[in-house]
Protein backbone atom coordinates (compact mmCIF):
# COMPACT_ATOMS: atom_id res chain seq x y z
CA UNK A 1 0.00 0.00 0.00
CA UNK A 2 2.57 2.18 0.89
CA UNK A 3 4.71 1.04 -1.89
CA UNK A 4 1.62 2.13 -4.14
CA UNK A 5 1.30 6.28 -2.53
CA UNK A 6 4.73 6.55 -3.60
CA UNK A 7 4.80 5.10 -6.69
CA UNK A 8 1.51 7.62 -7.52
CA UNK A 9 3.12 10.55 -6.14
CA UNK A 10 5.91 9.65 -8.83
CA UNK A 11 4.09 9.51 -11.62
CA UNK A 12 2.09 12.74 -10.46
CA UNK A 13 5.58 14.18 -9.59
CA UNK A 14 6.78 13.12 -13.03
CA UNK A 15 3.46 14.68 -14.57
CA UNK A 16 3.89 17.97 -13.25
CA UNK A 17 7.33 18.55 -14.70
CA UNK A 18 6.28 16.77 -18.13
CA UNK A 19 3.52 19.27 -18.22
CA UNK A 20 5.80 22.36 -17.22
CA UNK A 21 8.50 21.18 -20.06
CA UNK A 22 6.12 21.02 -22.78
CA UNK A 23 4.40 24.59 -21.52
CA UNK A 24 8.28 26.02 -21.77
CA UNK A 25 8.77 23.97 -24.91
CA UNK A 26 5.36 25.60 -26.36
CA UNK A 27 6.66 28.89 -24.99
CA UNK A 28 10.35 29.18 -26.15
CA UNK A 29 9.59 29.44 -29.99
CA UNK A 30 7.18 32.12 -29.20
CA UNK A 31 9.42 33.86 -27.25
CA UNK A 32 12.02 33.77 -29.94
CA UNK A 33 9.84 34.69 -32.34
CA UNK A 34 8.50 37.66 -30.63
CA UNK A 35 11.71 38.76 -29.97
CA UNK A 36 12.42 38.35 -33.95
CA UNK A 37 9.25 39.97 -34.90
CA UNK A 38 10.90 43.06 -32.14
CA UNK A 39 14.37 42.85 -33.56
CA UNK A 40 12.82 43.65 -37.23
CA UNK A 41 10.62 45.94 -35.79
CA UNK A 42 13.66 47.94 -34.65
CA UNK A 43 15.63 47.40 -37.62
CA UNK A 44 12.90 49.24 -39.74
CA UNK A 45 12.17 52.14 -36.96
CA UNK A 46 16.02 52.46 -37.37
CA UNK A 47 15.99 52.68 -40.83
CA UNK A 48 12.62 54.79 -41.62
CA UNK A 49 14.57 56.95 -39.18
CA UNK A 50 17.49 57.15 -41.30
CA UNK A 51 15.28 57.69 -44.28
CA UNK A 52 13.61 60.28 -42.59
CA UNK A 53 15.33 63.59 -43.46
CA UNK A 54 17.18 62.20 -46.98
CA UNK A 55 15.08 63.84 -49.02
CA UNK A 56 13.69 67.21 -47.14
CA UNK A 57 15.51 70.44 -46.52
CA UNK A 58 13.30 73.10 -44.32
CA UNK A 59 13.90 76.81 -43.23
CA UNK A 60 14.78 79.65 -44.99
CA UNK A 61 18.33 79.58 -44.48
CA UNK A 62 19.41 76.34 -45.43
CA UNK A 63 16.21 75.82 -48.67
CA UNK A 64 18.32 79.45 -49.77
CA UNK A 65 22.51 78.11 -49.47
CA UNK A 66 20.81 74.93 -51.46
CA UNK A 67 19.50 76.91 -54.15
CA UNK A 68 22.69 78.86 -54.38
CA UNK A 69 24.75 76.29 -54.82
CA UNK A 70 22.92 75.28 -57.65
CA UNK A 71 22.35 71.25 -56.43
CA UNK A 72 19.62 69.43 -57.82
CA UNK A 73 15.81 70.25 -55.88
CA UNK A 74 12.69 68.49 -56.99
CA UNK A 75 9.93 70.71 -55.69
CA UNK A 76 9.86 73.37 -53.34
CA UNK A 77 6.96 74.03 -51.00
CA UNK A 78 5.84 77.35 -49.26
CA UNK A 79 3.13 77.97 -46.87
CA UNK A 80 0.37 80.22 -48.73
CA UNK A 81 0.26 83.50 -48.03
CA UNK A 82 4.02 83.85 -46.74
CA UNK A 83 5.47 85.69 -49.43
CA UNK A 84 7.59 88.34 -47.63
CA UNK A 85 11.54 88.10 -46.33
CA UNK A 86 13.72 86.15 -47.52
CA UNK A 87 11.29 83.86 -49.07
CA UNK A 88 10.62 86.40 -51.72
CA UNK A 89 14.04 85.56 -52.84
CA UNK A 90 13.57 81.65 -52.81
CA UNK A 91 10.87 81.87 -55.14
CA UNK A 92 12.86 84.59 -57.34
CA UNK A 93 15.79 81.39 -57.81
CA UNK A 94 13.39 78.95 -57.90
CA UNK A 95 11.79 80.61 -60.78
CA UNK A 96 14.92 81.36 -62.20
CA UNK A 97 16.23 78.16 -61.96
CA UNK A 98 12.81 76.43 -62.95
CA UNK A 99 11.95 74.78 -59.78
CA UNK A 100 8.69 73.48 -59.14
CA UNK A 101 7.15 75.97 -56.00
CA UNK A 102 3.79 74.62 -54.46
CA UNK A 103 1.46 76.63 -52.14
CA UNK A 104 0.16 74.83 -48.98
CA UNK A 105 -2.10 75.96 -46.32
CA UNK A 106 -0.42 75.78 -43.05
CA UNK A 107 -1.79 72.90 -41.55
CA UNK A 108 -0.61 70.51 -44.56
CA UNK A 109 2.72 72.09 -44.16
CA UNK A 110 2.84 71.28 -40.57
CA UNK A 111 1.46 68.11 -41.43
CA UNK A 112 5.00 67.85 -43.74
CA UNK A 113 7.40 69.06 -41.68
CA UNK A 114 9.43 67.10 -39.79
CA UNK A 115 11.10 69.96 -37.67
CA UNK A 116 9.07 72.61 -35.51
CA UNK A 117 10.63 75.62 -36.80
CA UNK A 118 10.19 75.60 -40.80
CA UNK A 119 9.61 78.92 -41.21
CA UNK A 120 6.83 78.10 -44.26
CA UNK A 121 9.81 76.63 -46.91
CA UNK A 122 10.62 73.06 -47.52
CA UNK A 123 12.46 71.66 -50.64
CA UNK A 124 12.49 68.20 -51.47
CA UNK A 125 15.58 67.15 -52.82
CA UNK A 126 17.28 64.02 -53.95
CA UNK A 127 19.25 62.12 -51.12
CA UNK A 128 22.74 63.49 -50.15
CA UNK A 129 26.10 62.73 -52.16
CA UNK A 130 29.23 61.48 -50.32
CA UNK A 131 31.91 61.64 -52.12
CA UNK A 132 35.12 59.34 -52.13
CA UNK A 133 38.47 60.75 -50.05
CA UNK A 134 40.11 61.00 -53.49
CA UNK A 135 37.74 63.97 -54.30
CA UNK A 136 38.47 65.70 -50.99
CA UNK A 137 42.25 65.57 -52.10
CA UNK A 138 41.12 66.57 -56.31
CA UNK A 139 39.48 69.72 -54.25
CA UNK A 140 42.82 70.76 -52.33
CA UNK A 141 44.89 70.08 -55.60
CA UNK A 142 42.17 72.20 -57.54
CA UNK A 143 43.25 75.34 -54.84
CA UNK A 144 46.55 74.77 -55.33
CA UNK A 145 45.96 74.30 -50.74
CA UNK A 146 47.91 71.63 -48.76
CA UNK A 147 45.10 69.50 -48.41
CA UNK A 148 43.05 70.13 -45.16
CA UNK A 149 41.15 66.99 -43.87
CA UNK A 150 38.65 66.71 -40.62
CA UNK A 151 38.33 62.62 -39.82
CA UNK A 152 34.87 62.14 -37.04
CA UNK A 153 35.53 59.12 -35.19
CA UNK A 154 32.05 58.30 -34.17
CA UNK A 155 30.48 61.74 -33.51
CA UNK A 156 26.86 60.67 -32.90
CA UNK A 157 24.65 64.12 -32.30
CA UNK A 158 23.44 65.24 -35.59
CA UNK A 159 23.42 69.01 -34.18
CA UNK A 160 27.56 68.42 -33.60
CA UNK A 161 27.89 67.11 -37.58
CA UNK A 162 26.08 70.34 -38.53
CA UNK A 163 28.25 72.55 -36.15
CA UNK A 164 31.51 70.93 -37.33
CA UNK A 165 30.68 70.83 -40.67
CA UNK A 166 29.74 74.63 -40.21
CA UNK A 167 33.01 75.34 -38.82
CA UNK A 168 35.13 73.21 -41.35
CA UNK A 169 33.12 75.34 -44.09
CA UNK A 170 33.80 78.71 -42.59
CA UNK A 171 37.94 77.33 -41.88
CA UNK A 172 38.13 76.45 -45.51
CA UNK A 173 38.58 72.79 -44.92
CA UNK A 174 38.60 70.31 -47.65
CA UNK A 175 36.51 68.02 -46.64
CA UNK A 176 35.22 65.63 -43.73
CA UNK A 177 35.53 61.72 -43.38
CA UNK A 178 32.54 59.83 -41.08
CA UNK A 179 31.73 56.15 -40.65
CA UNK A 180 29.07 54.55 -41.98
CA UNK A 181 28.37 52.76 -38.65
CA UNK A 182 27.37 53.80 -35.34
CA UNK A 183 27.84 57.83 -36.36
CA UNK A 184 25.71 60.47 -37.31
CA UNK A 185 24.77 60.45 -41.00
CA UNK A 186 23.81 63.87 -43.33
CA UNK A 187 20.10 64.66 -42.83
CA UNK A 188 17.85 67.47 -42.42
CA UNK A 189 19.14 68.56 -38.91
CA UNK A 190 22.92 67.80 -39.74
CA UNK A 191 21.37 70.33 -43.03
CA UNK A 192 20.25 72.85 -40.43
CA UNK A 193 22.67 73.01 -37.77
CA UNK A 194 25.35 73.60 -40.32
CA UNK A 195 23.46 76.75 -42.03
CA UNK A 196 23.45 75.46 -45.33
CA UNK A 197 27.49 74.33 -45.48
CA UNK A 198 26.79 71.23 -45.30
CA UNK A 199 25.70 72.26 -49.58
CA UNK A 200 29.67 73.61 -49.85
CA UNK A 201 31.41 70.30 -48.12
CA UNK A 202 32.79 67.47 -49.67
CA UNK A 203 31.97 64.54 -47.23
CA UNK A 204 33.25 61.12 -47.51
CA UNK A 205 31.12 57.91 -45.65
CA UNK A 206 34.06 54.95 -45.19
CA UNK A 207 33.64 51.56 -44.04
CA UNK A 208 36.61 51.77 -41.72
CA UNK A 209 38.25 55.12 -40.04
CA UNK A 210 41.67 53.63 -39.57
CA UNK A 211 41.77 51.91 -43.28
CA UNK A 212 40.80 55.98 -44.18
CA UNK A 213 43.93 57.37 -41.98
CA UNK A 214 45.82 55.64 -44.09
CA UNK A 215 44.98 56.14 -47.43
CA UNK A 216 45.67 59.87 -46.14
CA UNK A 217 48.93 58.82 -45.21
CA UNK A 218 49.46 57.39 -48.25
CA UNK A 219 48.38 60.89 -49.75
CA UNK A 220 51.28 62.60 -47.55
CA UNK A 221 48.73 64.00 -44.51
CA UNK A 222 50.16 64.29 -40.78
CA UNK A 223 47.43 62.96 -39.01
CA UNK A 224 46.80 64.84 -35.58
CA UNK A 225 44.57 63.14 -32.72
CA UNK A 226 42.69 65.40 -30.46
CA UNK A 227 42.94 63.38 -26.74
CA UNK A 228 42.65 64.67 -23.04
CA UNK A 229 45.76 62.71 -22.09
CA UNK A 230 48.28 63.87 -24.97
CA UNK A 231 51.40 65.24 -23.63
CA UNK A 232 51.46 68.34 -25.79
CA UNK A 233 48.82 71.55 -26.23
CA UNK A 234 47.62 72.38 -29.65
CA UNK A 235 49.21 75.90 -29.79
CA UNK A 236 52.81 74.01 -29.31
CA UNK A 237 52.25 71.23 -32.13
CA UNK A 238 53.18 72.70 -35.89
CA UNK A 239 49.30 71.96 -37.81
CA UNK A 240 51.06 73.53 -41.01
CA UNK A 241 51.29 71.54 -44.16
CA UNK A 242 48.95 68.74 -45.22
CA UNK A 243 46.31 67.69 -42.41
CA UNK A 244 44.40 65.30 -41.30
CA UNK A 245 42.35 66.32 -37.56
CA UNK A 246 40.89 63.61 -35.93
CA UNK A 247 38.16 64.13 -33.59
CA UNK A 248 36.83 61.74 -31.49
CA UNK A 249 33.31 60.36 -29.78
CA UNK A 250 31.45 63.15 -27.68
CA UNK A 251 31.67 60.79 -24.70
CA UNK A 252 34.30 58.13 -25.53
CA UNK A 253 36.89 60.44 -27.50
CA UNK A 254 39.10 58.60 -30.07
CA UNK A 255 39.26 55.33 -29.96
CA UNK A 256 42.31 53.34 -29.01
CA UNK A 257 42.80 51.50 -32.86
CA UNK A 258 42.73 55.30 -34.27
CA UNK A 259 44.39 56.64 -31.61
CA UNK A 260 47.23 54.19 -32.45
CA UNK A 261 47.48 55.45 -36.00
CA UNK A 262 47.31 59.03 -35.35
CA UNK A 263 51.18 60.85 -35.88
CA UNK A 264 50.62 62.82 -33.01
CA UNK A 265 48.17 63.55 -30.74
CA UNK A 266 47.03 67.42 -29.09
CA UNK A 267 45.22 68.57 -26.11
CA UNK A 268 43.21 71.77 -25.27
CA UNK A 269 43.76 72.81 -21.53
CA UNK A 270 41.14 72.28 -19.01
CA UNK A 271 41.43 74.74 -15.85
CA UNK A 272 37.61 73.85 -14.46
CA UNK A 273 36.10 70.97 -13.01
CA UNK A 274 34.68 69.82 -15.98
CA UNK A 275 37.34 68.39 -18.08
CA UNK A 276 35.63 68.07 -21.73
CA UNK A 277 34.36 70.12 -23.96
CA UNK A 278 31.73 69.56 -26.79
CA UNK A 279 33.22 68.05 -29.66
CA UNK A 280 32.02 70.85 -32.15
CA UNK A 281 33.43 73.16 -29.85
CA UNK A 282 36.90 70.95 -29.29
CA UNK A 283 37.15 71.04 -33.37
CA UNK A 284 36.95 75.00 -33.69
CA UNK A 285 39.70 75.63 -31.36
CA UNK A 286 41.76 73.16 -33.27
CA UNK A 287 40.99 74.04 -36.53
CA UNK A 288 40.94 77.28 -36.21
CA UNK A 289 44.26 77.03 -34.72
CA UNK A 290 45.56 75.67 -37.31
CA UNK A 291 43.53 77.94 -39.67
CA UNK A 292 45.99 80.95 -37.34
CA UNK A 293 49.35 78.39 -38.27
CA UNK A 294 48.57 78.90 -42.10
CA UNK A 295 48.03 82.69 -42.16
CA UNK A 296 51.18 83.46 -40.65
CA UNK A 297 52.97 80.87 -42.63
CA UNK A 298 52.10 82.88 -45.82
Known sequence: ??????????????????GERRKFERNTPDRRQQE????????????QEEKKFDDQIEGRNSVLELLESGKDINKIFVTRGEKHGSINKILAIAKERKIIVVEKDKRQMDEMAQEENYQGVIAIVPPFEYVEISDILDTAKERGEDPFVIILDGIEDPHNLGSIIRTAETAGVHGIIIPKRRAASVNNTVNKASAGAVEHMK???????????????????????????????????????PL????????????DKVKKNCDFNVKIPMSGKIQSLNASVSTGIIVYEAVKQRISKK
Open 244 to 255: GIVIGNEGKGIS
Open 1 to 18: MKERRNADRRTQKDRRVQ
Open 36 to 47: RRQAVRREEDRQ
Open 203 to 241: IARVTNISDAIEELKQAGLWICGTDVSAEKYYYNQDLTG
